[in-house]
């Protein structure tokens, strides 16, 4: 049922790939190992799951080594809260080298010279190893993120091979333009590499954060130092092997695991890196931005927090409406910027609404994210899920009316039951602040004129969903909306084509498209003059 639901609200070219992936039976052994648990527990002794961890150290100038320090942190999992790995972690002196290798890179080593072609020749190789190492890839993902093992194996890992193919795709037509000028002169554009790029990445969706920001730079020519989460380094680190298997040059890509405040920051600060890509919370994005321009003005993009209206009109099929508000906030545990975690209805269908997202909330199934048939795992870690619950307690002490959940399920790891609100006032934290979690707050409104401007009286300005069967107000309502996306019948559409990013304080730039390439690429103007032409 959660596959289902999912692969029915995401891009259909990718669904169709695995759902061919599915049927040709690469999964078969996963099934067979988790289908004879029960798909309800959190309280039941958690999977062991089979995969070897091989990478745990700083990947610089194209080998695994050691932080200078010698120094490690664990990376948990949050079923058990238990160690899975000990990884190493990068001080500024590691940060160093690792941006003297990318530089060294750019530089003097073969990547931004190499032909277009040859570069998407790696990138396509590497989508191929990707799809070659589905399962263990998921495993890693599942194990230390928490997500459902069918989400990771079905949906995302498949979703980052498709990413990488359409940048492969990208790497040979980009190009200039020849400009008409005023007086005798050949003008034209040259589109060029910006050069070392510093990408920190989120735990919520490693493997895909990871895609959307490698696979533009490559595909423009450019070398990466990478600081993916703390909480989830492994995929990171294992895929990027995969990179240098496919041929990508030593120092072209850097995976550097370690803390915001040394590793994150240094990032922002340094002299010699020249731009810098962040998905993460607002506060933090503020933090980038800040060092960022206090030290070479280097290019920022930023991808931060949402608190992303739903909105259903009494003229909406109701069922999929409530099954696509269920999906757009629940997906991923609620660990998703873009969660429609405002969910605005209008008042002649409030109640039955409010109704049958309860009873779908109570269906829910939460438990071993390597079980079949679960839903909902845990919760990234305990300051994740202990900030959950003051949230939840929040709602109750404003007034809220807590239809289901609102309490811890079982006495190991960061499940949470799902949660769902009703009778929720836009002042009250619930309906303000980011929860990133499974709390649904249902609001109630009139028409659409307050609507739209309750809507869009929040600092944020990631997405939207709309739930319409009339065309005027659709059109009315993706236009009024002062936010990134606007999915109308449907919620997290993430094809690899759809450029994806906010308003306000919700970032700038944009990830995916044809618009993410222009992130990582310096326009210059070349004018020469002309002798006796022929033409102007």
Same mark, same amino acid.
């Given at each position: ?32 190992? *988790? ?11 958690? &999977? ?23 120094? #490690? /942190? ?26 003297? %290798? ?24 590497? @989508? ?10 998921? #495993? ?14 079905? *949906? ?7 990413? /990488? ?15 008409? @000028?005023?007086? %005798? ?43 993916? @989460? ?14 240098? $298997?496919?041929?990508?040059?030593? =120092? ?24 810098? %890509? ?6 933090? =994005? ?16 930023? $991808? ?15 069922? $999929? ?8 906030? /629940?997906?991923?545990?609620?660990? !998703? !910027? !873009? ?11 409030? +109640? ?22 679960? $839903?909902?795992?845990?919760? *990234? +870690? ?15 002490? +404003? ?36 929860? /990133? ?42 236009? @009024? ?6 999915? *109308?019948? !449907? ?6 084509? &759809? ?38």
């Amino acid at each position: 049922m959660a596959t289902r639901r999912i692969t029915s609200l995401l891009s259909r070219s990718f669904l169709a790939n695995s759902s061919i992936r599915s049927s040709a039976g690469n999964n078969s052994r996963w099934e067979r190992s *988790i289908s004879r648990f029960s798909s309800s527990a959190a309280t039941e002794e958690p &999977i062991t799951p089979n995969v070897e961890i091989k990478h745990t150290k700083l990947l610089i100038n194209g080998q695994f080594v050691d932080s200078a320090s010698g120094k #490690t /942190f664990p990376t948990l999992d949050p079923r058990t809260g238990e160690v899975i790995a000990n990884v190493s972690e990068a001080s500024v002196e590691d940060l160093d080298r690792a941006v003297a %290798a990318a530089r060294k890179a750019f530089d003097e080593g073969p990547w931004p010279k190499m032909t277009a072609y040859e570069r998407s020749k790696i990138l396509y190789r590497f @989508a191929d190893l990707i799809e070659k190492h589905n399962d263990e890839i998921a #495993t890693l993902e599942t194990w230390d993120n928490g997500k459902p093992f069918e989400q990771a194996a079905q *949906i995302e890992v498949p979703m980052v091979a498709r990413l /990488f193919r359409y940048y492969a795709g990208w790497a040979d037509k980009i190009h200039g333009l020849t400009v008409p @000028a005023d007086g %005798a002169y050949h003008v034209q554009t040259l589109h060029e590499p910006i050069g070392v790029c510093g990408q920190i990445i989120p735990w919520n969706f490693p493997l895909l954060m990871y895609a959307w920001k490698i696979g533009p730079a490559l595909a423009t020519g450019n070398t990466v130092v990478m600081k993916p @989460a703390e909480l989830t380094p492994l995929s990171a680190l294992y895929v990027s092997n995969l990179l240098h $298997e496919a041929g990508l040059p030593p =120092g072209v890509v850097n995976i550097i695991s370690g803390f915001g405040a040394t590793v994150g920051a240094g990032l922002a600060s340094h002299m010699d890196v020249d731009k810098v %890509a962040f998905t993460g919370s607002t506060a933090t =994005g503020q933090t980038i931005l800040e060092l960022s321009a206090k030290s070479n003005l280097k290019q920022a993009t930023l $991808e931060l927090g949402g608190k992303s209206p739903f909105i259903v009109f009494d003229d909406a099929d109701i069922d $999929e409406a409530v099954n696509t508000a269920h999906f757009a906030l /629940f997906f991923n545990q609620g660990q !998703c !910027c !873009c969660a429609g975690s405002r969910t605005f209805v209008h008042e002649r269908v409030y +109640d039955e609404f409010v109704e049958k997202s309860r009873e779908l909330a109570k269906k829910r199934i939460v438990g071993d994210p390597f079980k079949q048939g679960v $839903e909902q795992g845990p919760q *990234i +870690d305990v300051k994740q899920f202990k900030k959950i619950l003051k949230y939840i307690k929040s709602g109750v002490e +404003d007034g809220a009316n807590l239809e289901t959940g609102g309490e811890r399920l079982g006495s190991k790891g960061y499940y949470i039951k799902p949660t769902v609100f009703s009778d929720v006032k836009d002042d009250m934290l619930i309906a303000k602040d980011e929860i /990133f979690g499974p709390v649904q707050s249902i609001l109630k409104f009139k028409d659409i004129n307050e609507v739209i401007q309750r809507a869009n009286n929040s600092r944020y300005g990631l997405a939207a969903g709309v739930f319409t069967k009339n065309i005027d107000t659709a059109n009315t309502m993706m236009r @009024a909306l002062r936010v990134g996306s606007v999915w *109308i019948n !449907c919620f997290d559409v993430f094809d690899a084509t &759809i450029p994806f990013g906010g308003y306000k304080m919700s970032g700038h730039g944009r990830e995916k498209g044809i618009y993410s390439l222009s992130n990582y690429l310096q326009v210059k103007a070349v004018v020469t003059p002309l002798k006796n032409p022929a033409w102007l």
